[in-house]
């Protein structure tokens, strides 16, 4: 299939901090200084280990002020095969994280749900979430994975995407092991906003701590704008955040 060459249309604004607090500091100001613009914003949230310093700095700062309480909150992705009360479901895990602690009513916190109900169909969830998602997300918090995938667009992803079904790569499920009690366990497949949805979004706030993520950032920032980094579809965005720690910029010009 041929895609032509999109437009760039801004360049991201990149912040380097020292390390990931300092990293974490940067975007739960993003993050709050959105929802005191806007009470009632839409949020689109990350699971992983970067937006954790974010999180628990949000959760210390704002629990008990109601501030979030009116937020509707997005996730990115959800596995497939995992019920939402499985501890390891993104459903769960950011409720324990984030959204419980801060108040949002679990009815306001939407993810793909692939694998119950109606949503056996999977390409149903995927066409119910792309519904809910409308013309995107106020801001749309980001990590990146170390083969340049945002959400679970791995690379090979075209970027105009909507909410899909995809294949987890060896990479990405070796990573993300650590959150399971086996290697095994790890779910083969997932439904993820595309990058056609992440780029709905108004404002695009990708946050990337550590040595690991440098050569996957500086394909996403510098690289060519092309699905083999589907990180390089930032830059047709007009309004991207880039926060990085020293580490994460080791490799940029
Ligand atoms: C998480 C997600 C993924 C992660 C990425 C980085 O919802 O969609 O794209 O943001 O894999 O993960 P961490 O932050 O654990 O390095």
Same mark, same amino acid.
């Given at each position: 299939?041929?895609?032509?060459?999109?437009?760039?249309?801004?360049?991201?604004? #990149?912040?380097?901090?020292?390390?990931?607090?300092?990293?974490?500091?940067?975007?739960?100001?993003?993050?709050?200084?959105?929802?005191?613009?806007?009470?009632?914003?839409?949020?689109?949230?990350?699971? =992983?280990?970067?937006?954790?310093?974010?999180?628990?700095?949000?959760?210390? $700062?704002?629990? =008990?002020?109601?501030?979030?309480?009116?937020?509707?909150?997005?996730?990115?992705?959800?596995?497939?095969?995992?019920?939402?009360?499985?501890?390891?479901?993104?459903?769960?895990?950011?409720? !324990? $994280?984030?959204? *419980?602690?801060? =108040?949002?009513?679990?009815?306001?916190?939407?993810?793909?749900?692939? %694998?119950?109900?109606?949503?056996?169909?999977?390409?149903?969830?995927?066409?119910?979430? $792309?519904?809910?998602? %409308?013309?995107? #997300?106020?801001?749309?918090?980001?990590?990146? %994975?170390?083969?340049?995938?945002?959400?679970?667009?791995?690379? =090979?992803?075209?970027?105009?995407?909507?909410?899909? #079904? #995809? +294949?987890?790569?060896?990479?990405?499920?070796?990573?993300?092991?650590?959150?399971?009690?086996?290697?095994?366990?790890?779910?083969?497949?997932?439904?993820?906003?595309?990058? %056609?949805?992440?780029?709905?979004?108004?404002?695009?706030?990708?946050?990337? +701590?550590?040595?690991?993520?440098? *050569?996957?950032?500086?394909?996403?920032? $510098?690289?060519?704008? *092309?699905?083999?980094?589907?990180?390089?579809?930032? !830059?047709?965005?007009?309004?991207?955040?880039?926060?990085?720690?020293?580490?994460?910029?080791?490799?940029?010009?």
């Amino acid at each position: 299939m041929e895609h032509p060459a999109p437009a760039v249309t801004g360049e991201p604004q #990149v912040v380097v901090v020292d390390d990931a607090a300092a990293a974490g500091r940067i975007v739960a100001a993003t993050i709050s200084d959105t929802v005191r613009r806007a009470p009632t914003c839409r949020l689109g949230l990350a699971t =992983g280990s970067t937006p954790l310093p974010a999180y628990r700095l949000l959760v210390a $700062e704002l629990r =008990g002020t109601g501030a979030f309480a009116r937020v509707q909150a997005f996730l990115l992705d959800e596995y497939v095969g995992l019920a939402a009360t499985d501890p390891a479901s993104y459903r769960a895990t950011i409720r !324990r $994280e984030l959204t *419980d602690e801060l =108040g949002v009513p679990p009815a306001s916190v939407h993810a793909p749900d692939p %694998g119950s109900g109606r949503h056996a169909d999977l390409d149903a969830a995927c066409a119910d979430y $792309e519904r809910l998602l %409308g013309d995107g #997300v106020d801001l749309q918090l980001l990590g990146i %994975g170390r083969n340049g995938h945002l959400g679970f667009n791995e690379p =090979g992803t075209p970027f105009d995407t909507t909410t899909h #079904v #995809v +294949t987890l790569s060896d990479t990405t499920r070796a990573d993300n092991a650590r959150f399971f009690p086996t290697p095994e366990a790890v779910p083969t497949h997932a439904v993820t906003q595309g990058l %056609g949805t992440i780029r709905r979004a108004r404002h695009l706030l990708l946050a990337a +701590t550590g040595a690991a993520k440098a *050569d996957a950032v500086a394909a996403a920032l $510098e690289g060519p704008l *092309d699905v083999s980094c589907p990180a390089s579809a930032l !830059r047709l965005h007009p309004r991207v955040t880039v926060v990085l720690d020293r580490a994460a910029a080791g490799a940029l010009s």
